[in-house]
């Protein structure tokens, strides 16, 4: 099992608040990405990142800020949620271009 | 445009049975294809990966079909069990850039019955 975690697992908030989503690796990894998931749907990249102080934005357009000043910690912080933000939120990670390892993800419900 | 397309979008057998799950895809240029499976409210998990050389790879009870000339690719699941109900996802990666951008299908639902 990879050893990559999510924090927290499920959350569910008001609009407008400002929230934080973990996301940890233990592997040593240099490369770290961020993906949104809606049931049924495919995984779209939102963020990724090449290593420490290394951060780009994916395929799909999110409000989304992430940052890497660790390379084992590459969280995602959003400032103001919205209902529209609602989605499934998985965090993996990759040396170089091999197999990406994927956290549990983190279920983000905005009312 | 890179895509990938899979078949059925949901399946249901009987536990025992085999199945057959379907990935076509139009990435270029192609790097490797991965078949992954999704447990509900987990991440994916890698079950096999093939490079454009291979035709065939087996974990287990899965084995998993790669055409590179028709860009197909399948995968064979073996005596399901009730633990293989899960959302089964084809990745491609290509190799035109460094990251190793992936395209990710829809996922076949699969669901096993007793």
């Known amino acids: 099992e990879a050893d990559i975690y999510q924090t927290p697992r499920y959350l569910v908030i008001g609009t407008g608040k400002k929230i934080t989503l973990e996301c940890s690796q233990t592997m040593g990894h240099d490369k770290m990405y961020w993906y949104q998931q809606d049931p049924g749907m495919e995984l779209h990249l939102i963020h990724y990142s090449y290593g420490v102080n290394s951060t780009e934005k994916g395929d799909l357009s999110s409000e989304s800020t992430v940052s890497r000043i660790r390379t084992e910690h590459f969280p995602l912080t959003l400032e103001s949620a919205r209902p529209s933000h609602t989605s499934q939120y998985l965090c993996?990670?990759?040396?170089?271009?091999?197999?990406?390892?994927f956290g549990p993800g983190t279920r983000l419900t905005v009312l | 445009k890179n895509q990938v397309e899979q078949s059925p979008q949901s399946l249901i057998i009987l536990e025992g049975k085999n199945c057959t799950l379907q990935?076509?895809?139009?990435?270029?240029?192609?790097?490797?294809l991965r078949w992954y499976k999704q447990d509900t409210g987990r991440g994916p998990v890698s079950l096999t990966i093939m490079t454009f050389s291979e035709n065939t790879k087996s974990n287990g009870r899965y084995t998993a079909t790669l055409d590179a000339d028709t860009k197909q690719s399948s995968l064979h699941i073996t005596a399901s069990q009730l633990s293989d109900s899960a959302s089964y996802i084809c990745?491609?990666?290509?190799?035109?850039?460094?990251?190793?951008?992936?395209?990710f299908g829809r996922g076949t639902q699969l669901t096993v019955w007793p």
């Open positions: 990935c076509n895809y139009t990435v270029s240029p192609f790097s490797n």
């Open positions: 993996a990670s990759s040396r170089g271009s091999n197999e990406q390892f």
């Open positions: 990745v491609v990666s290509d190799r035109g850039s460094t990251l190793g951008r992936l395209y």
